[in-house]
């Protein structure tokens, strides 16, 4: 018999906010995080603007020593988790068995930062210089490494690199760990803190990005006919998962239960979705049949809706090829449009909000949506938050390489 998997504790950095009730209340509020970007200069880049956390202090949340081995994505996941447990009012490893708790923390890129700078002192003071802590700074799994050390999590423990699609196959490889009894208790989500030169270079180079840079605040503006490409971001959405039987048995509170959870590959294209989205419906369907609901079922859809022509166009083609009819009924949003695309941190933060929107009966906007495309003719909950009582809600992520991944959760009911 498979365990029931519930979300009792969240954290999250994002460029609206730090923490669940400041991120929430600008959620709701439709606040935008999108500026011209300050963490380096920028003059000589076509796009110029991103979606910074501009007030995060690493010191609040690790030891000095720790900060300067650390590159600035798992920081965010060490931050953000610090944040989730403290949320979940869980002691770890307190009295719990250590081997019952795991990590599982996806990320689509991991410490870039740290590269391009040891690149710069390889280059300029040779290989003698490099710090011998480039390794463990960079590579994704460190997330999940420092997370577990400082919680003595000796249970399973991993990583996901699915691009944009990252925290989302985090958050539902963990929801199967706990649902096959390997754990009890999974720290899981995404980091990412790719708003780097060599990043933003990259990414600009694809054309893949918004070059609105008179108008940042207008930038992001998912599913818009005027739409031209999507923002960067950074940040983190770290969730705790606990079986129901653990979570009832400390007392914890239940925000939501994850029921269902599914993904596939397009295999058709690096960067862009198959065509009319068939990889993408197909992780719904399958979602929607490993939560045994049908699509008339789903309350509210939080979508990937980067603010890309193709990824909205395709998206919303793969809505409808799986609602039929009901895709005109149910509210669609992209909050993308107020965070930026956050990469492989996007589809936790945005699990995150599907479990609060079933909470506090508030579906959020999609900001800056301002002329129809008649490609794109769904109910996206445009510029105003839309207060409905919501029971069950769809998460879509998708990534680079034809990652497609869903989450469906619902309003918890013993």
């Given amino acids: 018999m498979k365990n029931r998997v519930v979300v009792t504790g969240m954290g999250v950095l994002t460029p609206i906010g730090i923490g669940k009730e400041e991120f929430w209340n600008n959620v709701v509020a439709g606040k935008n995080g999108v500026r011209r970007i300050t963490l380096f200069p920028v003059e000589d880049y076509e796009c110029q603007i991103a979606g910074e956390v501009t007030d995060f202090d690493p010191n609040l949340y690790m030891e000095k020593k720790d900060i300067r ?14 944040l989730a447990v403290e949320d979940a009012k869980i002691d770890l490893p307190g009295n719990e068995n250590p081997d019952c708790i795991g990590v599982y923390i996806g990320s689509g890129i991991g410490g870039l930062a740290t590269i391009e700078n040891e690149h710069k002192v390889l280059l300029a003071k040779g290989p003698r210089r490099v710090t011998p802590f480039l390794i463990p700074m960079l590579i994704i799994d460190i997330a999940s490494g420092k997370v577990a050390i400082r919680y ?48 933003l270079a990259g990414f600009s180079s694809a054309r893949a990005l918004s070059t609105r840079n008179d108008d940042p605040e207008r930038a992001s503006r998912p599913f818009d006919k005027l739409r031209d490409g999507f923002v960067m971001a950074e940040g983190a959405g770290i969730i705790i998962l606990e079986s129901l039987q653990h979570a009832q048995a400390r007392n914890a509170h239940i925000y939501a239960e994850i029921i269902g959870y599914g993904m596939t590959g397009d295999a ?5 979705p198959a065509p009319e989205g068939k990889g993408a419906a197909k992780a719904m369907q399958r979602t929607l049949q490993n939560a045994n609901l049908t699509s008339q079922q789903i309350d509210y859809i939080n979508a990937h809706g980067t603010s890309t022509s193709l990824n909205d166009k395709c998206e ?46 508030v579906i959020p906007p999609t900001i800056n949506y301002e002329y129809k495309d008649p490609e794109c003719d769904l109910d996206y909950v445009p510029n105003q938050a839309r207060i409905q009582n919501i029971d069950i809600a769809l998460s879509n992520s998708l990534g680079f390489g034809g990652h497609n991944v869903s989450l469906i959760v619902k309003r918890y009911k013993n």
Avoid: W
């Avoid at 081995?69 to 610090?82: E, G, N, P």
């Avoid at 058709?268 to 862009?272: K, L, N, P, Q």
């Avoid at 995150?352 to 506090?360: A, D, F, K, Q, Y």
């Fill in 268 to 272: 058709y294209h690096i960067t862009s």
């Fill in 69 to 82: 081995h650390t590159d600035r994505f798992a920081q965010f996941a060490i931050a953000a988790t610090k």
């Fill in 316 to 361: 919303t083609q793969a809505i409808k090829s799986v609602f039929g009819d009901y895709a005109y009924s149910v509210p669609v949003s992209s909050t993308k449009s107020m965070t930026g695309h956050m990469l492989g941190a996007a589809g936790a933060v945005e699990f995150i909000i599907c479990c609060l929107t079933i909470e506090r009966g």
């Fill in 152 to 199: 003595g999590a000796t249970g399973p423990n991993s990583a996901v690199v699915t691009a944009c699609a990252s925290g989302a196959h985090a958050i539902g490889d963990a929801y199967r760990i706990i649902e096959r009894g390997e754990a009890e208790v999974m720290i899981t989500g995404g980091a990412e803190a790719a708003v780097t030169p060599l990043g």
